[in-house]
């Protein structure tokens, strides 16, 4: 066996290996960066909703839908967004999924987002938020405004909380019947009484048998049997 072999096997395994990663990294790169991808978040706010939002390329459009404590939908937005993936206009609707407010963007000349303002169905402005950025382009906290106008009344969407099971048929009092539960006796069509049951058969003894002259014999007394003596009428 040559020596000189086993470090030169070794130098090309770990090449191999080196390149095997770089290509693993590549891909996983490529996933990420993958403009075609849908996108799609949950953020969990403080006061105990929740924001479920997804991004989509091909039409261009952002949705978010907001649920309160009790996973009940409150609202919910739909964005067209513009080739950089930015929120340019949308609607606001309730949840119930009425109409109740539009928003829109406005942008600096470097691209940047710098206002957010929320409109009534009246065109009225009734919510703007600023963003601002320092020298070096890094965007600082946000600062909300509200005006005194008319804001959309939302509303949560409605619950049905009724019982979806099968109720138990009507009863039907145009001929006296009601439904069976059970062993209860029906009333018979057309008639206003249950239905007479057969006479039930009695305890008593059967009539002792005759003799060829037609009449009964006479049982014999306790006196009769210990003398053995018959009498007769």
């Known amino acids: 066996m040559d020596m000189i072999s086993i470090p030169q096997r070794l130098h090309t395994a770990m090449k191999m290996s080196a390149f095997t990663l770089s290509l693993l990294l ?60 930015m ?15 539009r928003a829109s963007f406005l942008f600096d000349d470097f691209g940047r987002m710098i206002e957010q303002r929320m409109s009534n169905l009246q065109g009225e ?4 938020i600023l963003f601002t950025y320092d020298g ?10 509200t005006y005194n106008v008319q804001a959309p009344d939302m509303k949560a969407a409605v619950i049905d909380f009724t019982n ?15 439904p069976n539960r059970g062993n209860v006796p029906r009333l018979p069509e057309g008639g206003n009484s249950f239905p007479q049951q057969p006479a039930q058969k009695t305890g008593t003894r059967a009539a002792p048998p005759e003799d060829n002259s037609g009449e009964q014999t006479k049982k014999r007394s306790i006196w009769q049997r210990m003398f053995k003596k018959d009498e007769k009428k």
């Open 125 to 128: 402005v009734y919510q703007s």
């Open 164 to 178: 979806t099971g099968n109720a138990p048929p009507p009863m039907d009092r145009s001929n006296g019947n009601v």
């Open 136 to 145: 070096k382009g890094t965007p600082l906290p946000p600062k909300s405004r």
């Open 26 to 85: 590549a891909s996983s790169v490529m996933a990420v960066d993958n403009p075609n991808i849908v996108k799609a978040r949950t953020v969990y706010h403080a006061n105990g909703t929740r924001t479920e939002s997804t991004q989509d390329p091909i039409t261009h459009e952002q949705r978010e839908f907001t649920y309160d404590q009790h996973n009940v939908l409150v609202s919910k937005k739909v964005y067209l967004l513009n080739e950089r993936g």
């Open 87 to 101: 929120t340019v206009q949308g609607n606001v609707y309730d949840g119930r999924d009425i109409l109740k407010a």
